[in-house]
């Protein structure tokens, strides 16, 4: 059952209406999920379990989310455009990844946001039915991020990813994007596995800048449970204004090398 609300959580996270009267409210930050909670008639279901965070850069908006489960963890991602018009917020998801489902279609969605001192609260009234019911979902965020400004902060997509081992180099094909905003990042990505299945994994932290070439990366939450807690120092290049690379070591004899695209 609750692999089934957590399908839910990715049409809910990607999209918000701003009440009627709002045409001023900003989006831009960083966000941390607090609560969930699923409403079946008059039945209200809570999960606690899954951690979601969702980064609102001036033009683009990332979410991801994870869903614990040892071996069988569950991980989705959505990443996609914005605007604020008439009190709304209208959002166009156009990737995302969700457990073994990959959706490049773009998608609009609207829906209703209440802003809070410390966050916002967001109610969506029929996200679909369960047992013949209509299922309302109530989340609250709490913002997180910081004032914090640096080179990489914005949407990225990655172009290319090789790592080198001694003499031998090996290309990978992935599909990922990543966000860096108010002190905070998001990385998103899917890849077929060996059998030709789709994988989904994110990752989500905070970060801070060490001058222009450093990163370091702390890791709130990841699909992949030993990064959870670990911080991880990255070395960037940038090219220009609009591209980096980046690249750490896997182990002594690895190094990983990802190379990215700002979207615009």
């Not at 399908?7 to 009267?21: D, H, K, N, Q």
């Not at 699923?38 to 850069?57: M, N």
């Not at 994007?177 to 998103?188: M, V």
Request: contains cysteine.
């Amino acid at each position: 059952m609750a692999r089934a609300f957590c399908l839910l959580i990715i049409v809910a996270a990607c999209s918000y209406t701003i009440p009627a009267g709002k045409p001023d409210l900003q989006m831009a930050g960083a966000y941390r999920m607090l609560t969930q909670v699923f409403t079946r008639g008059e039945q209200d279901t809570s999960y606690d379990a899954a951690k979601q965070l969702k980064i609102y850069t001036p033009q683009h908006m990332m979410y991801a989310n994870i869903l614990p489960g040892g071996a069988d963890t569950f991980s989705s991602f959505g990443v996609g455009r914005y605007s604020i018009k008439d009190g709304k917020v209208i959002e166009d998801i156009f990737y995302s990844g969700s457990d073994t489902s990959v959706n490049s279609t773009t998608r609009s969605y609207t829906l209703d946001i209440t802003k809070s001192a410390k966050g916002y609260k967001q109610v969506i009234d029929a996200i679909g039915t369960s047992n013949g019911q209509k299922l309302k979902l109530t989340e609250t965020y709490e913002q997180i991020g910081s004032a914090q400004k640096s080179p990489v902060d914005g949407t990225w997509k990655l172009v290319k990813v090789y790592s080198v081992s001694g003499k031998d180099t090996t290309d990978s094909k992935v599909t990922q994007y990543k966000t860096y905003y108010a002190g905070h990042f998001i990385w998103g990505r899917t890849a077929l596995n060996d059998a030709g299945k789709n994988e989904t994994a994110v990752g989500f932290g905070s970060f801070e800048m060490n001058g222009q070439q450093k990163l370091r990366e702390t890791v709130f939450a990841s699909t992949y449970s030993v990064l959870n807690g670990q911080t991880v120092a990255i070395d960037i290049k940038m090219n220009g204004t609009d591209s980096y690379i980046q690249s750490f070591n896997v182990s002594d004899n690895e190094v990983h090398t990802e190379v990215y695209s700002r979207l615009k």
